[in-house]
């Protein structure tokens, strides 16, 4: 099926640092989201982009649809202890997906933790 | 505004044991979604619904697993019987419009010993 590639897998940040991971996929993508998940809770919606070239700032957080709907970006910056978890990127494939078109699509998450 | 509610949020059973995870997706959304999440394969989605009517349920792994909706604010996953491999975290998640922004329960951890 369908796969989203997201890096990195993990990092480690120190607090003050800026961060930046991203999810690239082989296809065209209509909708991007970003989500973040703490231990034993369930994804936390951060941010979704519709537009391709759209940049969209959530606090700290900015994340931008890709000009050419193949990926995304998110940003952090000057982190904070807080920050560290899962974070994942969601997508919904364009029309030409095999799939159905209600899916997205995870990445396998990029997880974050503080430099000991 | 209550988020979407799932129960229990934890499910220890042997195996053998037919289990039932219970949702209450957000008012007023029509897409309610159940995922499955591991640390091999990550979040899954399982099956999911429009309406209250199955929509794709081709990540449904195997007969053993059923899911139902009866109404717009009630859903269930039923796992009968259950194995061991089918311990996991569940989420069930709803969105407003299919295919678009979803939002996600606290999650029920499964473990079938």
């Known amino acids: 099926g369908q796969q989203l590639n997201q890096s990195p897998q993990s990092m480690f940040i120190q607090e003050g640092e800026d961060v930046s991971m991203n999810c690239t996929s082989s296809?065209?993508?209509?909708?991007w989201l970003w989500y973040k998940q703490d231990p034993g809770e369930g994804p936390v919606l951060l941010i979704a982009l519709y537009k391709a070239g759209e940049l969209t700032s959530n606090g700290r957080l900015t994340a931008q649809f890709g000009i050419t709907r193949k990926d995304s970006f998110l940003n952090i910056s000057a982190s904070i202890p807080s920050d560290v978890g899962i974070y994942f990127c969601a997508g919904r494939p364009g029309a030409n997906y095999g799939g159905s078109q209600g899916n997205l699509i995870f990445g396998k998450g990029t997880k974050l933790s503080v430099k000991p | 505004d209550a988020g979407v509610i799932q129960s229990p949020r934890h499910e220890v059973t042997e195996m053998g044991q037919e289990v039932t995870l219970r949702c209450k997706p957000i008012s007023g959304h029509n897409s309610l979604f159940w995922y499955r999440q591991t640390m091999m394969r990550g979040l899954e989605l399982l099956i999911y619904f429009n309406n209250n009517v199955p929509i794709d349920d081709s990540g449904m792994p195997e007969d053993r697993f059923s899911a139902k909706m009866p109404n717009a604010s009630f859903s269930t996953l039923k796992i009968q019987p259950s194995e061991p491999r089918d311990s996991a975290v569940y989420f069930c998640?709803?969105?407003?419009?299919?295919?678009?922004?979803?939002?996600f329960g606290p999650g029920t951890r499964l473990t079938v010993t």
């Open positions: 998640a709803s969105s407003f419009v299919q295919g678009y922004e979803q939002y």
């Open positions: 296809s065209i993508f209509n909708t």
